[in-house]
């Protein structure tokens, strides 16, 4: 349930609704913007009488909200959310690319490619430390090796360093050393893991899950922002379908159906989607256009060698003509490139 005060209330009348609401049983969050007032209800409702308050002289309306995601919701908080990343913005307008490889394999490796994609306007640099593998025999990861390695490609470049944390056993030195979180499809719904990262102050990417709804994507958002952490950013990585062409089905519509009901900014990760470089970029452009707020793209300096996901990868020129383009398709829609 919404309670939207009108315009100009007093303070004062604002807590006594907020106490009353209290103690009814109800968790209150309060969201101000510039004209209007919002106090959110969490919690069972089915108890409160949504015309007693409306009968309250400084209250707008009252909205009951049908979905299961409550801090999540538009209604919660109509303006879009900003998640700032050391100065760089995603949402509100504002796009942000995310570029390099799925795996840190060297240190001349990561330094070389995070140097190119800067040079060719990525905001961050995306690298796997600790990899999630299908294969127990497959290329885990650098592991803590590899988080030391990218802080060095962060010194050179200056990139925020976004990374994907698989056990709730790294937060520590995730929360020291990374700028962006990264919550990886598989634990999409690793309610415990998502708690955790709650608890922190970095922002957190939430992709989602192989097979998972986009109520059940905003829903595990929802679990970070319980705990606390309101900079979640949704990431659409596609999704399973009986098409066996591309490595997944890359759920488009899903964008608008979240700018819809979510304020959180959304981004879109056409790499993983499709398994095949030559179709990156397509998608990377319908993605902004559809209204993404940005894009995470796997590049490496050779695909052919890469110990992970060297089909899908851009080479760093590849990765500059998409760049390009993209910034075409954001100027159509009056939006701005975070550098």
């Known amino acids: ?112 490619i995070a140097v190119k994609v800067k040079e060719s306007g990525a905001a961050m640099l995306r690298g796997g430390a600790f990899k999630p593998r299908t294969s127990p025999y497959s290329f885990q990861g650098l592991r803590e090796e590899g988080l030391e390695l990218l802080l060095e490609a962060k010194k050179v470049t200056g990139l925020p360093i976004v990374t994907e944390i698989m056990s709730a056993h790294h937060i520590d030195i995730f929360e020291e050393n990374v700028d962006v979180i990264q919550i990886g499809a598989r634990n999409m719904q690793n309610f415990e893991l998502l708690k955790a990262v709650g608890k922190t102050s970095k922002p957190i990417l939430l992709k989602r899950g192989l097979s998972s709804s986009v109520e059940e994507l905003i829903m595990s958002a929802e679990y970070i922002m319980a705990e606390g952490n309101n900079d979640v950013i949704l990431c659409e990585r596609g999704i399973r379908t009986f098409e066996t062409y591309t490595r997944n089905t890359l759920d488009l519509s899903a964008i608008p159906v979240i700018k819809r009901l979510s304020h959180l900014p959304v981004i879109v990760d056409p790499s993983h989607a499709t398994g095949h470089y030559w179709m990156v970029e397509a998608l990377a452009k319908a993605a902004i256009a559809v209204g993404a707020d940005g894009l995470i793209i796997e590049v490496h300096n050779d695909p052919e060698n890469a110990l992970c996901d060297g089909p899908q990868s851009l080479k760093p020129e590849k990765f500059k003509h998409l760049m390009d383009s993209v910034r075409q398709i954001a100027s159509i829609e009056n939006k701005n490139i975070t550098i």
């Not at 009968?55 to 998640?83: G, S, Y």
């Open 1 to 112: 349930m919404v309670i939207v005060m009108k315009p100009g209330t007093a303070r004062k009348d604002i807590e006594k609704i907020k106490e009353k609401m209290e103690s009814l049983g109800c968790a209150v969050h309060e969201v101000e913007g510039e004209s209007y007032n919002i106090i959110g209800l969490i919690g069972d409702t089915s108890n409160i009488d949504s015309d007693i308050i409306q009968a309250d002289r400084n209250v707008e309306k009252v909205v009951n909200i049908q979905e299961p995601f409550k801090k999540a919701h538009k209604l919660f908080k109509p303006e879009d959310t900003i998640v700032n990343v050391n100065g760089k913005k995603i949402g509100g307008g504002n796009i942000a690319v995310i570029a390099g490889p799925c795996s840190v394999e060297s240190r001349e490796q990561i330094i070389d």
